[in-house]
């Protein structure tokens, strides 16, 4: 089968396409042909060499870890998923990825697609929509008529958390660049914010939570100026030393997003009920993955990226 793969940790360059054998398939596990994969800044970060110390991979490793596609067979303890289903996952990244003609994956991960949308459309929703998910739900603890700021708002994760955070009753203050104001409020947030313009800290105050995705330019410590006692703050790359946020008495967390089934299901109902749009930037041939690579490197793109598999 036809795979984007690495043999060695490195830059674009280091990604080969070519024939890889098929995965067998476990008891617990389905066979999926896969129609699209997203692209996550994991991918590259993996494929740089960002977990290489803690021998996460043994290489060569299949990159991507989000997919959707038909379930072409199962493992003799699935019953609850059927051949011929549409369905999504948000892989183990310890495990095979997804840049890849056919995955087998443990059911307990994946969930039917929305009905609403295509394959293709749907390959971009596992990761990061779990991640702001599980982000506002569980490490915000974000419920109706919270204020919430959330950074990074035009990315992949950014564009699902405003959404998911107006879906729970928030209200939403989200920081982008100015060309991405229109896509941003599109979204439904209730103010913007130029990052490169304007600081959050003079134009926030009070607020019982705040999300940082993408981070640098200490995002994570300037937001403790603008969360009140008891709020939630969470990252999701950049680490802060955690007595900085007990000091204020903030809940701090590095989250990492975990693979789970009933939260694509979550998501499903709500891109169903047409409170999430899934916002694509670019569809790429598997053939074109290096090029995908340097956009997603580029932290320019205005939600998500897909390979399609088919082409
Ligand atoms: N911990 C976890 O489990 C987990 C899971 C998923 C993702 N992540 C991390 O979360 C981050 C976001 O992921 P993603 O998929 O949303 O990435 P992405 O789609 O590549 O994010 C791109 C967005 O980042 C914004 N951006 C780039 N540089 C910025 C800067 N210096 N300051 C403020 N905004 C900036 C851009 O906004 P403008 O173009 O509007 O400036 C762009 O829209 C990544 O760092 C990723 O590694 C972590």
């Not at 999300?211 to 008891?230: E, F, H, P, T």
């Not at 802060?240 to 939260?263: C, F, G, S, T």
């Not at 109902?269 to 694509?280: E, R, Y």
Request: proline content about 3%; hydrophobic content about 45%; glycine content about 8%.
């Amino acid at each position: 089968m036809r795979a984007a793969y690495i043999k060695e940790y490195g830059n674009e360059e280091k990604l080969i396409v070519g024939d890889v054998p098929a995965p067998s398939v476990g008891d617990n596990q389905v066979l999926i042909k896969v129609k699209g994969a997203g692209i996550n800044p994991i991918d590259w970060l993996i494929r740089d060499g960002f977990l290489a110390e803690q021998n996460v991979h043994t290489l060569p490793i299949i990159l991507g870890w989000d997919a959707a596609g038909i379930v072409l067979q199962r493992g003799r303890n699935v019953t609850d998923l059927d051949i011929g289903q549409a369905v999504y996952v948000y892989a183990p990244i310890h495990e095979q990825g997804t840049y890849s003609e056919y995955i087998s994956v443990d059911s307990q991960y994946v969930a039917a697609i929305p009905q609403s949308l295509d394959l293709l459309t749907a390959a971009a929703v596992p990761l990061a929509a779990s991640t702001a998910w599980q982000a506002l739900t569980q490490g915000c603890q974000l419920k109706s008529g919270d204020k919430v700021l959330i950074h990074n708002a035009s990315g992949g994760v950014g564009s699902f958390a405003v959404q998911i955070a107006k879906a729970l009753g928030a209200y939403v203050i989200a920081t982008a660049s100015a060309k991405n104001r229109d896509f941003v409020i599109g979204l439904g947030a209730d103010e913007f914010i130029d990052y490169r313009t304007q600081n959050f800290e003079q134009l926030t105050q009070n607020l019982d939570a705040v999300l940082v995705a993408v981070g640098g330019d200490d995002l994570v410590s300037r937001s403790l100026n603008v969360i009140k006692a008891g709020g939630y703050l969470v990252s999701l790359l950049d680490e802060i030393d955690e007595q900085l946020a007990k000091a204020k008495n903030i809940h701090y967390q590095r989250w990492m997003v975990m693979p789970n089934a009933d939260d694509l299901k979550d998501i499903s109902a709500l891109i169903d009920a047409g409170q999430i749009k899934v916002h694509i930037d670019r569809v790429f041939k598997l053939d074109q993955i290096k090029e995908a690579h340097i956009l997603s490197q580029s932290k320019r793109a205005r939600g998500k990226i897909i390979i399609n598999m088919s082409t």
